[in-house]
Nanobody, 125 residues
């Protein structure tokens, strides 16, 4: 069983930055692709960013591309999400996830096997 624990959420003003961390219970991200999702009140959980097992490929939702950066540290079994130029519409609970898919760029909830408990990000205007 893999456990994922997010941290780094909080309250920030529009235009500010936050960095989220996702720590795995074992060397997960050398064997799994990593992803970040978010869910705003009344909305479905949506894909934000993903990183391949090797860390060599990253990909983003159009709404965050150019503002968010996903990265990984396999030695620490941790995945990060650097969020810059935050907007009020980025307010959501952010979830870390791990996918066992060996190919492709998983973006769907169903393509991920393990999930963290979520961390709240609130951006004030």
């Amino acid at each position: 069983q893999v456990q994922l624990v997010e941290s780094g959420g909080g309250l920030v003003q529009a235009g500010g930055s936050l960095r989220l961390s996702c720590a795995a219970s074992r060397r997960t991200f050398s064997a799994f692709a990593g992803g970040w999702f978010r869910q705003a009140p009344g909305k479905e959980r949506e894909f934000v960013a993903g990183i391949s097992r090797s860390g060599g490929q990253t990909y983003y939702a159009a709404t965050v591309k150019g503002r968010f950066t996903i990265s990984g540290d396999n030695a620490k079994s941790t995945v990060y999400l650097q969020m810059n130029s935050l907007k009020p519409e980025d307010t959501a609970v952010y979830y870390c996830a791990a996918s066992s898919l060996r190919q492709g760029t998983p973006r769907k909830n169903a393509e991920y096997d393990y999930w963290g408990q979520g961390t709240q990000v609130t951006v004030s205007s």
